[in-house]
């Protein structure tokens, strides 16, 4: 079993940034972070898959949002910059404990934060 503890989150007006973080408690493949808006499904925003020290992210996230971590701690991190009203959303870190070809679905990962929101107002 492996906890996850997210922190950073709150209220910032459009072109702000804000940072998250998250910690896990045991080893992992790969970290992540989704996000899901009120009524809408839970969609991916950036990962960082630790063998090969990669990174990925979502097509509207590019270029705004920079994930980063730490390996040896498990802890990884979300800058968020540019921030627009629509990226208002509760933000979940997740983990994998297991190698897997992608890490971009909600089923490549096997451990979820609680989640913390995010609210961008205009």
């Known amino acids: 079993q492996v906890q996850l503890v997210e922190s950073g989150g709150g209220l910032v007006q459009a072109g702000g940034s804000l940072s998250l973080s998250c910690a896990a408690s045991g080893r992992t493949y790969a970290m992540a972070w989704f996000r899901q808006a009120p009524g809408k499904t839970r969609e991916f925003v950036a990962r960082?898959?630790?063998?090969?020290?990669?990174?990925n992210y979502a097509d509207s996230m590019k270029g705004r949002f920079t994930i980063s971590g730490d390996n040896a701690r498990n802890t990884v991190f979300l800058q968020m910059n540019s921030l627009k009203p629509e990226d208002t959303a509760v933000y979940y870190c997740?983990?994998?404990?297991?190698?897997?070809?992608?890490?971009?679905?909600?089923?490549?990962?096997?451990?979820w934060g609680q989640g913390t929101q995010v609210t961008v107002s205009s």
């Open positions: 960082i898959r630790w063998s090969v020290g990669s990174t």
């Open positions: 997740a983990v994998s404990t297991r190698g897997r070809p992608m890490y971009r679905r909600v089923g490549d990962f096997d451990y």
